[in-house]
């Protein structure tokens, strides 16, 4: 039998997903020529850079680190966090920097004018180690974003990223991309072959999603061997693999 605080917790996030989709919206068609994908790595443990970038780069794929800079030089649940050198190398190896907020805000519990100002202290903190360097896409962490969250977080940045289990195609929300946690689907490399492979049929955009790559990777992050296969797929399944901003101009700036 269902205890009471079970039912209740599911009912609270159907709601809250209720929420997030249907309230605080930014309706945009994506008019992409070309089926593309988007890796990226959520509070960016170093490993997404040393092992997960290297696999990536190997393949000429470049991917977004959503950074929430108050986590620098921290011990976060998915390793050891980014240091100002990782902060460099990202950009110099042409990867993008996507704004996590600063404090690594829980996106439902947070009022959302204190994430907005975690958002901007974010943009703050960013230009003083790199002067005139904009972030152009957050992603929310930990949990669906309140519909005002929403609306105050599209006021900083071009488009954001949450979760899901699907791609984007035709009409979406430019405050709430969809996109699909890969370490969910770690015993099922097929399911993910899968999702590309009827992701790029569709002509849509598929969002990936981890947090750390290694070996042994915590319960957030994706084996080694496991994002090398997912990374082999995609780079041939014929979509164009760029990180979110681009792939956000190429389907509704350039087209
Ligand atoms: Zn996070």
Redesign the pocket.
């Known amino acids: 039998m269902k205890s009471k605080a079970g039912i209740f917790t599911r009912l609270r996030n159907r709601w809250q997903y209720q929420q997030a989709h249907s309230r605080g919206c930014s309706r945009v068609t994506l008019r992409n020529r070309h089926p593309i994908i988007s890796f990226t790595f959520?509070?960016f443990p170093r490993s997404a850079l040393l092992e997960g970038g290297a696999i990536l780069e190997a393949a000429s794929v470049r991917a977004t680190y959503y950074v929430?800079l108050g986590l620098m030089n921290q011990e976060i649940p998915a390793g050891p966090a980014f240091t100002e050198m990782d902060l460099h190398e990202t950009l110099a190896r042409g990867h993008e920097l996507g704004c996590?907020t600063y404090a690594?805000c829980h996106s439902w519990d947070t009022h959302p004018a204190e994430f907005e100002a975690s958002v901007a202290k974010n943009q703050q903190e960013l230009e003083r180690h790199f002067p005139g360097q904009k972030f152009k896409s957050l992603s929310y962490?930990?949990a669906w974003p309140r519909p005002e969250t929403k609306r105050r977080s599209l006021k900083h940045v071009a488009c954001c990223r949450a979760g899901g289990e699907g791609y984007n195609c035709g009409e979406v929300d430019a405050a709430l991309l969809q996109a699909s946690f890969l370490e969910k689907h770690q015993s099922e490399l097929g399911w993910v072959k899968r999702l590309i492979d009827t992701s790029v049929q569709s002509n849509g955009w598929l969002i990936l999603a981890t947090h750390d790559v290694g070996r042994n990777p915590t319960r957030l992050g994706c084996e080694t061997g496991f994002f090398t296969e997912v990374v082999r797929h995609a780079a041939g399944s014929g979509a164009k693999i760029l990180p979110v901003t681009q792939a956000w101009n190429e389907a509704t700036v350039n087209e």
């Open positions: 959520d509070d929430a996590h690594h962490p930990i």
